[in-house]
Each structure stands twice: as structure tokens, then as C-alpha cells.
């Protein structure tokens, strides 16, 4: 029922842009929490955003404050996320992540569903 398909990946150099794209069916944004994910080799999945349902509210990883940001196109059910200044650190696979319960998809870092991911590469 429930799908995410995350696009707008690609190779960037450092201190570029890049806007990733969550496509989502199955949801509504009164009820789910989305969220960004990403994953480096060799390195833990580290939540990176994520949009809480009726509020909108947006949390960050603070390794990306002031550079990335979140957002929500009803219209679309699309969640997107900016990424600006980007850094070779930043440099991951990007998933896309729903779940009712903000608890368990920001804390527990468990959500219910997963998109397929997206490979985010900057060069330096």
C-alpha cells in the first residue's frame, strides 16, 4: 500500500546543490512522518530530516543544520529535501523513510516503510 520512490541523486562537487525528491503513495502527511536517511560504507544510517504529519514540524541532524531543508508538496504527496553546501561527508546512500509514529522513526530509527534509496556522490 504503501510506497516511496526517491529520486534526484546524483554526482555534485563540494559546496554545490542537490534536491532529492520522495515520491509518496499510500500516505497522507496528516498521518505519517517522513523522513531522510542516509548511509555511508562503513558507517551507521544516520537520520538526516524528517517532517512531522499535521504540524509540519521539521527536525535535523545537526551535522546538517543551516545547509539542508525539508519540505512538503501536498499537491504532489512529494517531500523533498534541499541540500545546499553540500560536503564530501555528505556524500551517501539517501533513503526515504514514513511512519505514523514520529518516535519510531526519529528515535527508535525504525520506521515502517522504506523507499529504495537514492546514491548521493560529492566530489571534492
Known amino acids: 500500500e504503501v510506497q516511496l520512490v526517491e529520486s534526484g541523486g546524483g554526482l555534485v562537487q563540494a559546496g554545490g546543490s542537490l534536491r532529492l525528491s520522495c515520491a509518496a503513495s499510500?500516505?497522507?502527511?496528516?498521518?505519517?512522518?517522513i523522513g531522510w536517511f542516509r548511509q555511508a560504507p562503513g558507517k551507521e544510517r544516520e537520520g538526516v530530516s524528517c517532517i512531522t504529519g499535521g504540524s509540519g514540524k521539521s527536525y535535523y541532524a545537526e551535522s546538517v543544520k543551516g545547509r539542508f531543508t525539508i519540505s512538503r508538496d501536498t499537491a504532489k504527496n512529494t517531500v523533498y529535501l534541499q541540500m545546499n553546501s553540500l560536503k564530501s561527508e555528505d556524500t551517501a546512500v539517501y533513503y526515504c523513510?514514513?511512519?505514523?509514529?514520529?518516535?519510531?522513526?526519529?528515535?527508535?530509527?525504525?520506521?515502517?516503510?522504506w523507499g529504495k534509496g537514492t546514491l548521493v556522490t560529492v566530489s571534492s
Open positions: 499510500g500516505v497522507t502527511f496528516d498521518d505519517y512522518v
Open positions: 523513510a514514513a511512519d505514523p509514529i514520529f518516535v519510531r522513526l526519529w528515535m527508535a530509527k525504525s520506521p515502517g516503510y
